[in-house]
């Protein structure tokens, strides 16, 4: 069973400057909420027990947001809020740890850094940039460890992007085994249309085994002249194959200013909280 689970959280967030300056794009808000927070709150819902975020300078704001606040707890407690109490204590049985990325080499370099906490396990790989909304019971991520648990091969999760997209993405080598499940046995970073294996791409979750660290240190720096972690799972791919499941969910990039803006609208219709009024302040606004 897959217990331990990485988040890469040491990019600079440029696509989204200039906020990104100040407030790392971990901690952008939907609805009243930073980004990683749904990140974690799949993971543990997921079965994981066990987190490691890798950050880097000026991002102390995220170990601060996960870390215990006695004077507010105490506050909470003695005004009687205890929803609000137990909503900001929901992740106490969860192991939450952190280390630097000293030196910006790519996403690769990132998961290089988490080899001694993996200690030689199968571990899950969530990417900051990607909040993802399951469509079902199971969170994206535990959709993932059970294709682990039963082929016992790396997994992506995988979408299909539109033709004229597949250049800022990866592509999938892949083979249907049967509905929604692939065998991926090669993959591209950033393809031309004329490059590119398929139009699926892997978006946001993948499931490593602990091979890709030996790969990575024989990786050399692609794109950007980064150590890319897709150059690394490519080798894997070729030499165990891989499995890429178009999983069940949706996709918002926080990344992207108008997905942002998108996932606040949806998870803010989603909300009990607000759910009404914001509708009806929406349909005013249309109006």
Same mark, same amino acid.
């Given at each position: 069973m897959i217990k331990k689970a990485v988040i890469p959280a040491a990019g600079f967030g440029t696509r989204i400057l200039p906020i990104t300056k100040s407030l790392p794009k971990e901690m952008y808000p939907i609805v009243d909420r930073p980004a990683i927070d749904y990140i974690i709150e799949e993971a543990y819902n997921s079965g994981i027990t066990d987190i490691l975020i890798i950050t880097t300078r000026n991002k102390e704001i995220i170990e601060n947001y996960f870390d215990s606040n006695p004077e507010l707890e105490s506050f909470l407690k003695n005004k009687n809020k205890e929803n609000l109490l137990k909503n900001i204590k929901k992740y106490e049985n969860l192991n939450i740890y952190f280390t630097r990325q000293h030196e910006s080499k790519g996403l690769g370099h990132a998961i290089m850094c988490a080899e001694s906490f993996v200690n030689n396990e199968p571990f899950a790989v969530l990417y900051p940039d990607d909040v993802i909304y399951s469509f079902e019971k199971r969170p994206v991520c535990r959709q993932l460890i059970d294709i682990y648990n039963e082929f016992k091969l790396g997994v992506v999760g995988a979408k299909e992007v539109p033709e004229s997209e597949i250049h800022k993405y990866g592509s999938l080598k892949i083979q249907k085994i049967r509905e929604k499940i692939y065998k991926c046995t090669d993959m591209i970073e950033k393809p031309s249309i004329n490059q590119a294996f398929s139009l699926?791409? /892997?978006?946001?979750?993948?499931?490593?085994?602990?091979? /890709?660290?030996?790969?990575?240190?024989?990786?050399?720096? %692609?794109? @950007?002249?980064? /150590?890319?972690?897709?150059?690394?799972?490519k080798v894997l791919a070729?030499?165990? @194959?891989?499995?890429?499941?178009?999983?069940? %969910? #949706?996709?918002?990039?926080? %990344?992207? #200013?108008?997905?942002?803006l998108i996932a606040n609208i949806e998870f803010g219709l989603k909300n009990p909280e607000i759910s009404g009024d914001f509708k009806k302040y929406l349909n005013n606004l249309i109006k």
């Open positions: 699926y791409s /892997i978006f946001g979750r993948c499931i490593l085994t602990p091979e /890709i660290f030996k790969i990575l240190k024989n990786t050399e720096p %692609g794109i @950007n002249g980064e /150590i890319q972690l897709t150059d690394a799972m070729r030499e165990q @194959n891989m499995i890429a499941l178009d999983f069940n %969910g #949706k996709r918002y990039d926080m %990344g992207n #200013k108008l997905e942002i």
